[in-house]
């Protein structure tokens, strides 16, 4: 007679049964199963409501579309989307293959299967007991299978599988069985570039979802699970096995006959393709600086921006981009140096918004690939002088006509001993004249004046990632420890286009979600009042020397005037480095617009380039302004060249009454008054030296 077992009269059971009765372990234990599931529970319920599930087929069915300075669309941002189609219009032979290979109990699920679920957790604790830390096979939903694309990562963990079921659940309570299929097929990878199931039609059959017949659709069902490994382009013997098979369950799941799948399954795989591809990302320069101002500054998800449906819009002129990079196709305007790369961007000079930019001359767009006009680190040359020596030379009580020294000489305990280019000497020049011919000496001497620490902080102001490595007689020169970008040098130099404030550049004014609201309602940029109107006046009456007189010469577009600053660096690796340049800079501005452009030999390379502006980016200065300021308000600088000024006052001061002669000074601010104390001081201070 067999005895029926019982774990109470076990002697293990005996001995620990005193301890289980006394402390109620059992039902602590049951508590605690009860607790866990009730903290996950709630877990699942919060993270599936904050889901905000209800705008998933909105976000689904719209791209993300970005919006130029006047509002007009110019591009889309999207990844996981292809051609949205309603469910109308996708042919039931696609709906019954998906569910029958996928999801046959579709309709009658909550979302979630409880066998798929069983399935997981058997995985888990083989899994577990293996050592794996993955889940293999979980059976999910389609219902599933879309939030898990549209929420969650990849990852096979237990963590995800729980988010997923609830967010499934909530998925179920808000959209009908339809739906749900509808985004699905919609938001489907199907191999070679291609999501949804309109653009899979047309990549792999050359017709619309509508028009899909049963083999078509059994061949793009089969695909769902591996769409690398099942595609009839590259695996066609695979892919043809994987159709039958699907086609077999859509007879099992009587959705076609037997004779309509012995038909099926015996014609071949006859591929077309019509698939046009994304012909929306028409700047890709500034739309990968838009994604990336979009993550970096407001706080978005690379995922979200390309998935979400948001309308981002920036201070884009289309006309200007367009233009730049079609500029940028041709080698002429770069002095035909095919060994050089390049970048330009485009501000707005009164906010600081950036209205084009390329970031190189490669021939194909890598996505969100290095864009040079904002991401580099390069030494700026001689168009740091403005900024670290001029600028405060004249907020410190300098004349614009004040002279200095241009011969050969030494500063510092260290002796630093700077060249012109081209080893250049002459006899003392005026301030407008050691600016606009880019003179060396001149700028050390003034930074010697002013101090190494008043240049320093200068820079600093001006928006330059200067290190404390960089407080030394170099800085007048750019020799940096660091580097700039274009984009950021732009941004200094709005400071003498626009009065004396400096405006952060930017891309992005305004970003709404796809059900309307306004996440970014104006941008973070900042504007300072870095100097006096007077100053920046007087900066723009030297810097207009630059494209008259000075290193800029040719430059200028006909018809237009503009100021700003040239600048080159030498490269270390020639051996004719005091004749020829690594970086080649200009800096070209209106009371409109900031344009930087660079050219520049990358890496440790032995060739150089030419010293000349218009051996290098002159002609792309000239075509480039030329192209751009007719799409400006055009307004015309308020000061004149200091040549012309210095001129006509020499000329007529003969004439002119001593009350003329007063008048003009103070109309000047005194400059006549501080240029003679800054005479007599450096006359004094030469006596000791």
Known sequence: MDRKFSIKKTAVWQKIAPVWNRYQIGRLLILMVMTLFLAGSAYGIVNAKTAHVSSLQQSLSQTTDVYDNSGDKA????????????????????????????????????????????????????????????????????????????????????????????????????????????????????????????????????????????????????????????????????????????????????????????????????????????????????????????????????????????????????????????????????????????????????????????????????????????????????????????????????????????????????????????????????????????????????????????????????????????KNYALALGGLTKGVSPQQMAAAYTTFANGGKMSEAHYITKIVDASGKTIVAKPKAKQTQLISKSIADKMTKMMLGTYTNGTGKGATPTGYTIAGKTGTTENPNSTNNSNSSKDSWAVAYTNDVVQVSWEGIEGNSSSSLPIGLMSTIGNLVKTSMGQILPNTEESSFTVSDANKTTSSTSSSSDGNSWADNAKKNIQNGVDTTVAGANKVWDTVTGWFN
């Open 75 to 470: 591009g889309s941002l999207y990844s996981q989307k292809g051609t949205y189609v309603k469910y109308n219009q996708i042919a039931p032979s696609m709906k019954n293959a998906v569910l029958s290979i996928e999801d046959r109990n579709f309709y009658k699920e909550p979302g979630f299967s409880i066998k798929g679920l069983a399935r997981a957790a058997f995985l888990l604790v083989k899994n577990k007991l293996t050592g794996s830390e993955t889940i293999s096979g979980g059976g999910s939903t389609l219902t599933q299978q879309l939030v898990k694309n549209a929420y969650l990562t990849q990852e096979q963990t237990f963590t995800r599988k729980f988010k997923e079921i609830f967010l499934a659940v909530q998925v179920e309570k808000t959209y009908s069985k339809n739906d749900i299929l509808t985004m699905y097929l919609n938001n489907a990878w199907f191999g070679h570039g291609v999501w949804g199931v309109e653009d899979a039609s047309e990549k792999y059959f050359g017709v619309h979802a509508s028009e899909l017949n049963t083999e078509q659709a059994a061949t793009l069902a089969g695909m769902l699970t591996n769409p690398s490994g099942f595609n009839p382009i590259d695996n066609p013997g695979r892919s043809k096995a994987r159709r039958n098979l699907v086609i077999e369950t859509m007879v099992e799941n009587k959705k076609i006959t037997k004779s309509e799948a012995t038909a099926a399954k015996a014609t071949n795989i006859t591929l077309s393709d019509n698939y046009t591809g994304d012909e929306s990302y028409r700047y890709p320069w500034y739309f990968d600086s838009v994604i990336n101002e979009a993550i970096n500054t407001y706080g978005l998800t690379e995922k979200d921006i390309m998935n979400k449906g948001y309308k981002i819009y920036t201070t884009l002129n289309q006309k200007d981009q367009e233009n730049l990079q079609n500029d940028y196709e041709k080698g002429s305007l770069f002095g035909n140096q095919s060994e050089a790369q390049a970048a330009t961007v485009v501000l707005n000079a009164k906010t600081g918004g950036v209205r084009a930019v390329v970031g190189g001359r490669e021939t194909t767009h890598t996505y969100r690939g290095f864009n040079r006009a904002n991401q580099s680190q390069l030494q700026p040359g001689s168009i740091i002088k403005p900024l670290v020596v001029y600028t405060p030379a004249l907020v410190n009580g300098y004349s614009i006509n004040t002279e200095l020294p241009n011969k050969k000489m030494s500063f510092g305990t260290n002796n630093y001993s700077p060249n012109n280019a081209l080893n250049v000497e002459t006899g003392n020049v005026k301030m407008y004249e050691a600016l606009e011919h880019s003179y060396n000496i001149p700028a050390v001497y003034l930074l010697d004046k002013l101090g190494v620490d008043t240049g320093y902080t200068w820079g600093k102001k001006f928006g330059l990632n200067l290190v404390s490595s960089d």
